[in-house]
Nanobody, 127 residues
């Protein structure tokens, strides 16, 4: 059974940091591009970052550049999202998603046309 599991969320004070993990089970992630998405309270889900299957190319939404870093460890079948300088507006449910396509080694996208999705992990930024 193909499954993505996110972890690492929690309650964090403003200015703090988190590392979210997205671990695949039932399949090998190294052929898949992976994206991270955020759904803030009362808002639609939006793409925030993605990484190609080989980790050589990353994309970020403009509003997270400089604070979010995506990376992957294919040996651990895991993709990470490190967030620094957390702000209250970063509060939301964070999802990872994976897709495999002919372009996955050199292109990834922030739109939602991914094949597999996790259940998400909640990040709450509050003092």
């Amino acid at each position: 059974q193909f499954q993505l599991v996110e972890s690492g969320g929690g309650l964090v004070q403003p200015g703090g940091s988190l590392r979210l993990s997205c671990t695949a089970s039932g399949f090998t992630l190294d052929k898949y591009a992976v994206g991270w998405f955020q759904q803030a309270p009362g808002k639609e889900r939006q793409g925030i970052s993605c990484i190609t299957s080989n980790g050589e190319t990353t994309n970020y939404a403009d509003f997270v550049k400089g604070r979010f870093t995506i990376s992957r460890d294919n040996a651990k079948n895991t993709v990470y999202l490190e967030i620094e300088g957390l702000k209250p507006e970063d509060t939301g449910h964070y999802y990872c998603a994976a897709e495999v396509a002919y372009y996955s080694a050199y292109y990834c996208r922030l739109s939602e046309e991914y094949d597999y999705w996790g259940q998400g992990t909640q990040v709450t930024v509050s003092s």
